[in-house]
């Protein structure tokens, strides 16, 4: 069942241009307008909401990180976000007024689950992103918005990731249309950016093999440092986790402005650091924080959209990603470390659908 492939992680790295292609194409309207099926949230109820509260673990997490930079920006709602294993035990304020966005690949995450109850105890209005349909995190929330990625077998998490990162975005411009704040032309231009996002993902992952032999230049390093600003702070976060989960790699993610308050001590000649630079607007802001890192001797690989040759004069290695709204960019950036995490782990000869001390779903505390 993996199709020809060695691994089943790498056959769901694969299967993202379909998963987000369904999990965005049967939420579209054919008047061009969006349908949550599953979710029964009127204009009043979005209205009274005064906060959203994501909660998730692991991966989930990181797409919930993205996801609060999307549903600030289109639902101009204040978003809160937590790992569920602290929400749950420090009476976090919730109340009716809040909408509870749990997310999680299984459903049946342990800690997740104890947070949507305390949350459901407290009043919120609970809606989750599932990807198992009928889990207990489905069954047990007031509204359901499932992804499409298929099963997903490997333990490190591909496609979950980025089809949840696709119902937060349907998330918030939903409820930015029904609250009037996203006018035609920014719900047309999201539209049509998001609708790209299968293609560009494909066209991608046919340049898989030059990533391939980048690992093999990687794959002895023991430390790894991702940096990014702004959306690509959430993606070195997941880049980072998915490289020492399945690499056992010391690995390590910090918002590059913050290098400078502690974490910059430890980079030396030949530390490896992965740059993302795919925000426009903070593209300048990034090539700085580079050079902060060169100037102490770190071997940079760049993520950058394509046409961003600037990154060249700064960085010893470029990935480029297809053009973007910055808003979208974390679909793209995200499957070039999914894919230098796998095989850095295939050329360390690691088990990789199976890493060790590692569940695929935690139904434990
Ligand atoms: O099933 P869930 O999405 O609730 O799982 C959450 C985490 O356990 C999961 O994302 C974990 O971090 C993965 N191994 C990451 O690849």
Redesign the pocket.
């Known amino acids: 069942e993996k199709e020809g492939y060695d691994h089943f992680m790498l056959k769901e790295i694969h299967e993202q241009p379909k998963g987000l292609y369904e999990t965005l194409n049967r939420r579209i309207e054919k008047d061009g307008s969006i349908k949550l099926d599953g979710i029964h949230l009127t204009k009043e109820d979005i209205e009274n909401f005064n906060k959203v509260f994501i909660v998730?673990?692991?991966?989930?997490?990181h797409a919930g990180l993205v996801g609060k930079f999307i549903l600030e920006n289109l639902a101009k709602i204040p978003v809160e976000i937590d790992v569920a294993s602290e929400f749950r035990y420090r009476d976090p304020f919730v109340d009716d007024k809040t909408l509870f966005i749990a997310?999680?690949?299984?459903?049946?995450?342990l800690d997740?689950l104890a947070a949507l109850r305390e949350a459901k105890r407290k009043g919120a209005r609970i809606l989750s992103v599932v990807?198992v349909v009928g889990s207990s995190?489905a069954r047990e929330s007031d509204d359901v918005f499932y992804t499409w990625a298929g099963p997903e077998i490997a333990?490190?998490?591909?496609k979950?990731?980025t089809t949840q990162l696709m119902c937060m975005y349907l998330i918030g411009l939903y409820m930015g249309r029904k609250k009037g704040v996203v006018s035609d032309e920014k719900y047309a231009q999201y539209m049509s950016e998001l609708k790209q996002i299968p293609d560009k993902l494909a066209n991608l992952l046919e340049g898989e093999s030059a990533i391939h032999d980048l690992a093999k230049e990687l794959y002895k390093r023991e430390q790894v440092f991702f940096i990014g600003r702004g959306a690509d702070v959430g993606v070195s976060y997941e880049g980072s986790?998915?490289l020492k989960?399945i690499s056992y790699i010391n690995s390590f993610a910090i918002a590059a402005g913050e290098l400078k308050h502690g974490t910059i001590a430890l980079i030396e000649k030949d530390t490896l650091v992965i740059a993302l630079a795919t925000q426009d607007k903070l593209y300048e802001k990034m090539l700085s924080n580079i050079q902060e890192v060169k100037a102490r001797g770190a071997y940079v690989i760049g993520v950058a959209k394509e046409g961003n040759k600037e990154i060249e004069k700064q960085a010893d290695r470029v990935i480029y990603i297809p053009d973007c709204m910055d808003e979208v960019s974390p679909f793209l950036s995200v499957v070039p470390l999914q894919i230098l995490a796998y095989y850095i782990a295939k050329e360390r000869g690691c088990d990789i659908d199976k890493p060790k001390n590692?569940a695929?779903?935690?139904t434990v505390e």
Do not use: R
């Not at 998730?56 to 997490?61: D, K, L, N, V």
């Not at 997310?103 to 995450?109: A, F, M, P, V, Y």
């Open positions: 998730a673990c692991g991966t989930a997490y997310i999680s690949q299984s459903g049946e995450t997740t990807n995190v333990v490190a998490s591909t979950a990731y986790l998915k989960e590692l695929k779903s935690v």
